[in-house]
């Protein structure tokens, strides 16, 4: 009975009881991926975490700033920080003006401006010390972009660079303009009483004086799609008029006969470059500046999205642009989606219009 019994205990048994452990084949040990971070946006740089070392700031680029002035840091008050990656630090800072380089404000002014600043660690302030700013308004509020303390060393080449119109940059001497990129030559005896020149091209640096109001606006689209271009198709109308009861000369806007140059009066800043209008071949012959008449308007039409240079968004995302006509300037900010504004770049580059009527 016995052999009997055992072969039963066998046969009933599963087989994996008495299954030979044959080692298993070599594997190779697969670890999970990092976890990637966000892909850097257009103009953005890498994503950096929140956290660790100040991250060295490229030198303020004074000429580009519709207001500087230097003053005294007076009260420092934090508001909200943004939670983004990195974090968007939040400020009002109140200064008494002491000189304006560029603006209209005034000395002894007190003057509450707003700092945003998207970075890894909290920014500090010179607090209580002369400073130099730079800044910008929108919708009525001065906006700090640079806040620095001041360097009585450096004051002098600040001047200098704000009493340049926005665009143009340098030092006495080696000062460039948004088209010295172009091949065309400014006539030699048309200095219109200019201080500066460009070295590349001989344009004289033409302000836009006083008395006559800039306006920016984004035009409207043919079609608008949902979703995809709430800011138009790139297409800016820049208005300058003459709310005055005199005549007032605009000497950075330029005009052939009855014809006015837009595209080669205006120049446009983006991602911290500075670009000539497209269109714009450079002015190589004589030009006069435009004079409105007391109540009269004028009106151009620049397309940013013709340019060739920036980082354009993939996907949808917001570029801006700040369209500057001497040292007056709008800065606007444009909803890209690259799937619909694409193909308005590639119709712009072949120089077909991107309107079916009136383009």
Not at 269 to 289: D, E, H, I, R, W
Request: glycine share 10%; net charge positive.
């Amino acid at each position: 009975m016995k052999p009997f019994f055992l072969a039963c205990v066998i046969l009933f048994l599963p087989a994996a009881t008495f299954a030979k452990k044959i080692p298993a084949p070599d594997r190779v040990q697969v670890k999970p991926a990092p976890r990637p971070l966000p892909r850097p946006l257009p103009g953005r740089g890498p994503i950096l975490r929140p956290g660790g070392p100040e991250q060295e700031k490229a030198p303020p680029a004074w000429a580009s700033h519709q207001h500087v002035f230097t003053g005294t840091l007076g009260k420092v008050l934090a508001g909200p920080v943004g939670r983004s990656f990195p974090p968007m630090f939040t400020h009002k800072l109140t200064f008494t003006v002491k000189e304006v380089i560029r603006g209209d404000l005034k000395p002894g002014q007190e003057v509450t401006v707003s700092h945003v600043a998207r970075q890894r660690v909290k920014p500090v302030f010179p607090e209580g010390k002369p400073c130099v700013v730079g800044g910008e308004k929108s919708r009525g509020t001065l906006q700090a972009k640079d806040v620095v303390e001041l360097d009585l060393k450096e004051i002098d080449a600040i001047r200098l660079a704000c009493s340049l119109p926005l665009g143009w940059a340098g030092k006495a001497g080696s000062i460039i303009s948004p088209w010295a990129v172009l091949a065309a030559k400014w006539p030699a005896n048309l200095k219109e009483g200019a201080k500066h020149f460009c070295a590349s091209t001989g344009r004289p640096a033409l302000g836009f004086g006083s008395g006559a109001s800039f306006e920016v606006e984004k035009v409207p689209p043919e079609a608008e799609i949902k979703w995809t271009n709430p800011d138009g198709d790139g297409e800016y109308k820049i208005t300058v008029g003459n709310p005055t009861t005199q005549a007032v000369t605009i000497p950075a806007l330029r005009r052939i006969g009855g014809k006015i140059l837009w595209n080669e009066s205006v120049a446009i800043l983006c991602q911290n470059k500075t670009y000539p209008a497209p269109g714009s071949k450079g002015l190589g012959v004589a030009t006069a500046p435009v004079v409105l008449q007391p109540g009269q308007k004028v009106s151009g039409i620049v397309n940013p999205l013709a340019l060739e240079g920036p980082s354009w968004p993939k996907g949808g995302y917001r570029i801006s642009f700040q369209i500057c006509l001497g040292e007056r300037s709008s800065t606007q900010s444009f909803y890209y989606m690259s799937r619909h504004h694409d193909g308005i770049r590639a119709k712009l580059k072949a120089g077909q219009p991107i309107r079916s009527v009136g383009d």
